[in-house]
C-alpha cells in the first residue's frame, strides 16, 4: 500500500493505492500543476486524481506540500522507532536500579497537596 498526503496551505487530503505505480502517476500529475503566487500568471489547468479506495481530489493549483509513503516501509519504522522507546525504557529503569538514593528511598520529595489536613488538622 501507498499513500500520498497532499497539503493545501493547512487543510490536508491522503490519497491511498495498492501498487507504487499508481502512486507515482497521481504523484506526478499533482506535480504538474502550475505554482501561483509568485508573480506569475499561469494558465489554469484542472487535474483530477483518483486513488484506488473512491477518493477523488480535483485542484488548479500545486498544493504547497506532497509526502509520499510507502506504507509497509511505514510500518517497519513505528516498529523500530517502538523498539527504541522501549530500550531507553530498559535503561532508564537499570540507571534507576543502580542509583543508591533511589534504592535508599532518599528519592525526588514528593509533595502532597493534602499534608497539612491529616487527622482532621489544619494549617
Do not use: W
Not at 501507498?2 to 493545501?8: E, G, H, M, P, Y
Not at 491522503?14 to 506569475?40: C, N, Q, W, Y
Request: charge should be neutral; charged fraction near 20%; include cysteine.
Amino acid at each position: 500500500m501507498f499513500s500520498i498526503s497532499v497539503a493545501f496551505g493547512a487543510i490536508a487530503y491522503t490519497l491511498m493505492f495498492r501498487t507504487s505505480e499508481a502512486a507515482t502517476k497521481a504523484l506526478d500529475a499533482l506535480s504538474a500543476l502550475p505554482v501561483h503566487g509568485l508573480g506569475i500568471q499561469m494558465p489554469a489547468t484542472d487535474v483530477q486524481v483518483a486513488d484506488d479506495f473512491g477518493q477523488i481530489l480535483r485542484c488548479k493549483t500545486a498544493p504547497t506540500a506532497m509526502l509520499y509513503e510507502d506504507l509497509e516501509a511505514s510500518k517497519l519504522l513505528h516498529v523500530e522507532y517502538k523498539l527504541h522507546q522501549v530500550r531507553i525504557q530498559a535503561e532508564t529503569q537499570k540507571r534507576a536500579e543502580a542509583d543508591a538514593s533511589l534504592r535508599a528511598g532518599r528519592g525526588p520529595a514528593v509533595l502532597t497537596p493534602m499534608a497539612g489536613m491529616r487527622n482532621g488538622g489544619g494549617f
